[in-house]
């Protein structure tokens, strides 16, 4: 392109030479081709770095749609998403999808894990691209998700956690180093149990706070779950019949069978997980301990799982002990807080700027008019056309005898006479 691009370049500059009366146009389209020249590079388009989120509304702001949660009261401080860090192992279909949308959303550090390669048999599903085959999956994130958004810190592990040697590299990365913070949140998004197990492992030594979510291999339905260790029921608490019977999974597996997988389910769990990791980080709304998804009747099942005293994890074990032992410091915490909550309630109004003039007052106060007369109250000048419909107004009866009566008597004289004649 670039030669193409620098061939037309000599033939306007000839052209203008030789036959042009208008040099200045043939200049304009000169710069023009400098301009498509230029895009074509690698690297031409990206955006610089952003120093501070901000709410200005304009085009040019990436982050202005996100940062008006903060005015519609949704979030009190997004841009603290910033702070955060959240590793993803498995960079498949919902875990590269829920990269991306970590990313967009501007997270602060994202942590990828995975040993695959991108392969066209991965194209019916979201975010890789065919040109990507070949790469690793981490890498080819990368690429992606940096061209994105340049804010976010990328970090990518290309190995399999469930080797000895991934194991310690992934427990590492995972601690809070000296000019390096921990990890806030794990999100599981692996294929297998004996990665979910490892996950496991790894969240029940650390006490690290995890998401797991899966795709069932019929591609129709899926689920997401919270862990946190010592509160929660862990991984290997309620085990799935294959993790318990100790079969190796790999042995199920029939050949030439492939499980089956849609973008469209695996990006409504992926949705569901990155809606819960943001409600979960920015404190908002309320995160699900368990949420499934079946497509098939669009149904989503909720409930909770406490962890399981004779779980087969004796790290799992040990932070219940933990847990169990840290109740009255979390009920007195739990307790200031409320205090603390109330007593600010009642010094002064929420909202500083009030421009519907909206007050709240106590009901007891409120001067409550004769409800006969509140619908009857109208502006000064207005009259009602119609009575007021609960009202029955008595029809007027006349005092004296009805004129129908009368005839009716003076008929019954003028038969009397007939029948007497
Ligand atoms: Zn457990």
Same mark, same amino acid.
Not at 8 to 31: A, N
Not at 257 to 271: E, Q
Not at 294 to 317: E, G, I
């Given at each position: ?12 500059? /000839?052209?203008?030479?030789? *036959? ?26 990206? &955006? ?22 903060? &005015? ?5 401080? +997004? ?35 995975? +040993? ?5 048999? #991965? ?36 190995? #399999? ?11 590492? /990365? @995972? ?20 990665? &979910? ?29 919270? @862990?946190?260790?010592?509160? *929660? ?11 318990? /019977? ?18 469209? *389910? ?6 569901? @997980? ?5 409600? +979960? ?19 989503? =099942? *909720?409930?909770?799982?406490? =962890? #399981? ?18 109740? =009255? ?16 309630? /009642?010094?002064? =109004? ?19 008019? #004769? ?5 009857? &109250? ?36 003028? @038969? ?6």
């Amino acid at each position: 392109m670039e030669e193409e691009l620098r061939s037309l370049l000599q033939d306007l500059e /000839s052209f203008k030479l030789s *036959t042009s009366d208008r040099p200045d146009l043939v200049d304009q389209m000169k710069q023009r081709v400098v301009r498509i020249g230029d895009l074509a590079k690698p690297g031409a388009g990206k &955006r610089s770095k952003v120093k501070d989120m901000s709410a200005e509304v304009v085009d040019s702001n990436p982050y202005s749609r996100l940062m008006a949660l903060q &005015r519609m009261g949704i979030v009190e401080n +997004y841009e603290k998403i910033r702070d955060f860090s959240v590793a993803i192992v498995g960079i498949g279909g919902v875990g590269s999808v829920a990269a991306e949308m970590l990313t967009r959303c501007g997270i602060g550090r994202l942590l990828l894990y995975d +040993y695959d390669t991108v392969e066209l048999a #991965n194209m019916n599903r979201l975010f890789f691209r065919p040109d990507q085959v070949g790469m690793t999956k981490t890498d080819a994130a990368v690429q992606t998700l940096s061209d994105i958004n340049p804010d976010v810190v990328l970090e990518s592990y290309s190995l #399999n956690i469930t080797t000895v040697k991934g194991f310690e590299i992934f427990v590492e /990365s @995972l601690k809070e180093k000296p000019g390096k913070s921990g990890v806030d949140l794990i999100l599981s998004c692996v294929d297998n149990y004996e990665a &979910r197990m490892v996950v496991n492992q790894a969240c029940n030594e650390l006490g690290q706070t995890w998401m797991e979510s899966g795709v069932s291999e019929d591609a129709v339905s899926g689920h997401i779950q919270l @862990l946190v260790p010592g509160e *929660t029921a862990c991984f290997a608490c309620a085990p799935p019949l294959v993790v318990a /019977s100790g079969v190796d999974e790999r042995t199920l597996k029939r050949e030439g069978v492939c499980a089956a997988s849609l973008p469209t *389910t695996m990006g409504v769990v992926a949705g569901l @997980l990155v809606q819960n990791t943001l409600k +979960y980080l920015l404190k908002f709304g309320q995160v699900s301990p368990y949420l499934g998804y079946n497509s098939l009747k669009d149904y989503f =099942p *909720t409930m909770q799982m406490r =962890p #399981n005293p004779q779980c087969s994890n004796s790290a799992c074990v040990e932070r219940q002990k933990e847990y169990i032992q840290s109740k =009255p410091a979390r009920d007195a915490a739990a307790k200031a807080k409320m205090e603390a909550d109330a007593s600010a309630k /009642s010094e002064g =109004p929420v909202h500083l700027d009030n421009e519907w003039n909206i007050s709240v007052v106590d009901d007891n106060e409120v001067d409550v008019p #004769n409800s006969s007369n509140t619908s009857d &109250r109208l502006p000064d000048g207005l009259v009602h056309e119609l009575p007021s419909a609960d009202k029955y107004t008595q029809p007027l009866v006349a005092e004296e005898a009805s004129p129908i009566a009368d005839d009716l008597e003076d008929l019954q004289r003028q @038969l009397d006479a007939l029948n007497a004649s």
